[in-house]
């Protein structure tokens, strides 16, 4: 019974290095989202994909690229980590596009330092 | 656009204490509410939702009524435990969105005993 499920947990990063924050569901959701945390600004939407095959920019893309592999996977990658990224990003998924009063499911976050 | 105001915390309580959250929304048409409750290392969970207006969600004794003439989704539980100590967030999602949410900026609990 996983849910979202989200890899790595924590990761250090030097400014300028790239990687691929991974995500993926097993609830047969349509749609599916990345956020990022930081301290007193809740949730902040990078990008969401309303149904596998498309991808839309959320509130804060710039510096993100997303990938929506299958319906199950949507991976969020940093081509080159700047300090102002360093935050807590969730990933989270919910059943149906267009279905307004579906809740998010939400993973356990991956905490992400760039020095 | 849409938006969610929380009270600001952090809120400290005794435990058995009164607990109130404060939450107003702006929004178009007729949204759906949520809380949401984080746990220390953990991601979000759903707490309970209202869909229309004057619906009323609950869940392990917490409860907030969807009142639109005051664009309002208060938490309230009657008698706070240690264990409810977490961030609680409010959260709406428009009719027209795709599925996103709009939150609000989460208000930190803590409960002593």
């Known amino acids: 019974n996983a849910g979202v499920t989200q890899t790595p947990k924590f990761q250090v990063l030097k400014t300028g290095q790239s990687m691929t924050l991974q995500c993926a569901q097993d609830?047969?959701?349509?749609?599916m989202y990345w956020y990022r945390q930081d301290p007193g600004m809740g949730l902040r939407l990078i990008y969401y994909?309303?149904?596998?095959?498309?991808?839309d920019k959320g509130e804060v893309p710039n510096g993100y690229n997303v990938s929506r592999l299958n319906k199950r996977e949507f991976s969020l990658r940093l081509e080159s980590a700047a300090p102002s990224q360093t935050s807590v990003y969730f990933c989270?998924?919910?059943?149906?596009?267009?279905?307004?009063?579906?809740?998010?499911?939400f993973g356990d976050g991956t905490r992400l330092s760039i020095l | 656009g849409d938006s969610v105001t929380q009270m600001e915390g952090p809120v400290t309580l005794s435990e058995e204490a009164f607990l109130t959250i404060n939450c107003t929304y702006t929004?178009?048409?007729?949204?759906?509410l949520f809380w949401y409750v984080q746990y220390p290392g953990e991601g979000l969970q759903l707490l309970l939702k209202?869909?229309?207006?004057?619906d009323k969600g609950s869940n392990k004794g917490f409860e907030a009524t969807y009142r639109k003439e005051t664009t309002s989704f208060h938490l309230e539980k009657g008698s706070v435990q240690v264990s409810d100590s977490a961030v609680y967030f409010c959260?709406?999602?428009?009719?027209?969105?795709?599925?996103?949410?709009?939150f609000g900026d989460g208000t930190t609990l803590t409960v002593k005993p």
């Open positions: 994909s309303a149904s596998e095959g498309t991808t």
């Open positions: 959260a709406l999602q428009a009719n027209t969105n795709a599925g996103k949410s709009t």
């Open positions: 609830m047969n959701h349509n749609s």
């Open positions: 929004a178009t048409g007729y949204p759906s």
């Open positions: 209202a869909t229309k207006a004057d």
């Open positions: 989270a998924s919910s059943e149906a596009t267009g279905a307004y009063n579906q809740p998010q499911h």
